[in-house]
C-alpha cells in the first residue's frame, strides 16, 4: 500500500530496554519526521531529517536516536526507555517545493514502558 | 511562551450547530505559514488546510471556514453544521520561515458533535 507505515501500533516495554519505532515512506518524499504527542503539548518534534543521511534534532531529542540510511525509512529508537517517554510517536513525511508543504502523518505507535 | 494557543480544550455541541475553534499564534517573523489538522478517533492526522503569511483571504471549504487575522494573530476555523463525523481532535500549527525545525503544534482542541 502507498502511504505512511508506522509499526508496531502498539509497544509496551520496560524501563531500560532499547526500542526501535519503525517507519516507511512510499511517495519518496525528501522530509521525514518523529513527533510525539502528549496531553496537553500537542506534538513536538523528537527529530527530522532532510534527506538520506541528514538528520537534525527538534525540541525534544533527548534520550531518541535516529537513523535514515534510505530515504524511505526513518527509525527512531530509545536507547534505554524511561516512564517519561511513554507516549503516542507519530512519523510524517512531507515533500518541500520551495516552502513548507503539508506533513503527511502515519498511524502513530502507542508506546507504554513500564 | 507557547507559538500557537488553543486556549479550548474541549468542546461539545449538538448536530448541526456551528462551532468555531479558536487558534493564537505568536511570531516574530514576517513569512510563515498556518496549519490546521484534524486527529480522528483512528489517530491518524489530516491536513485540512495551509496558510501563508501574506494571503488574509479568508477561505471557505465546504462547510469549513478558516478566519485568518493578522492584527490578532489567529487563524480560527468554523465548522458550520456541524456532524457527528466532525467529532475529532483539531489542531492549528505554525511554521516559521521554511525551516521545520520551527513548525509548532498547538495542544489541540477535542471537539463532540453529539447527535
Known amino acids: 500500500d502507498a502511504g505512511i507505515t508506522q509499526s508496531p501500533r502498539y509497544k509496551i516495554t520496560e524501563t531500560g530496554r532499547q526500542v526501535t519505532l519503525m517507519c516507511h515512506q512510499t511517495?519518496?518524499?525528501?522530509?521525514m519526521f518523529w513527533y510525539r504527542q502528549d496531553l496537553g503539548h500537542g506534538l513536538r518534534l523528537i527529530y527530522y531529517?532532510?534527506?538520506?543521511?541528514?538528520?537534525d534534532k527538534g525540541e525534544v531529542p533527548d534520550g531518541y536516536v535516529v537513523s535514515r540510511s534510505k530515504t524511505e525509512n526513518f527509525p527512531l529508537t530509545l536507547e534505554s526507555a524511561t516512564r517519561s517517554q511513554t507516549s503516542v510517536y507519530f512519523c510524517?513525511?512531507?515533500?518541500?517545493?520551495?516552502?513548507?508543504?503539508?506533513?503527511?502523518f502515519g498511524s502513530g505507535t502507542q508506546l507504554s514502558v513500564l | 511562551a507557547q507559538k500557537v494557543t488553543q486556549a479550548q480544550t474541549e468542546i461539545s455541541v449538538v448536530e448541526k450547530e456551528d462551532v468555531t475553534l479558536d487558534c493564537v499564534y505568536e511570531?516574530?517573523?514576517?513569512?510563515?505559514?498556518l496549519f490546521w489538522y484534524k486527529q480522528p478517533p483512528s489517530g491518524e492526522l489530516v491536513f485540512l488546510i495551509r496558510?501563508?503569511?501574506?494571503?488574509?483571504q479568508n477561505e471557505i471549504s465546504g462547510r469549513y471556514s478558516w478566519n485568518f487575522q493578522k492584527s490578532t494573530s489567529s487563524f480560527n476555523f468554523t465548522i458550520t453544521a456541524s456532524q457527528v463525523v466532525d467529532s475529532a481532535v483539531y489542531f492549528c500549527?505554525?511554521?516559521?520561515?521554511?525551516?521545520?525545525?520551527?513548525?509548532?503544534f498547538g495542544s489541540g482542541t477535542k471537539l463532540n458533535v453529539k447527535p
Open positions: 511517495w519518496s518524499h525528501s522530509y
Open positions: 511570531t516574530r517573523d514576517t513569512t510563515y505559514y
Open positions: 531529517s532532510a534527506a538520506a543521511d541528514i538528520t
Open positions: 510524517a513525511s512531507s515533500e518541500t517545493t520551495g516552502g513548507i508543504e503539508k506533513l503527511f
Open positions: 500549527a505554525l511554521s516559521e520561515d521554511y525551516n521545520f525545525n520551527k513548525f509548532y
Open positions: 496558510r501563508n503569511s501574506f494571503d488574509e
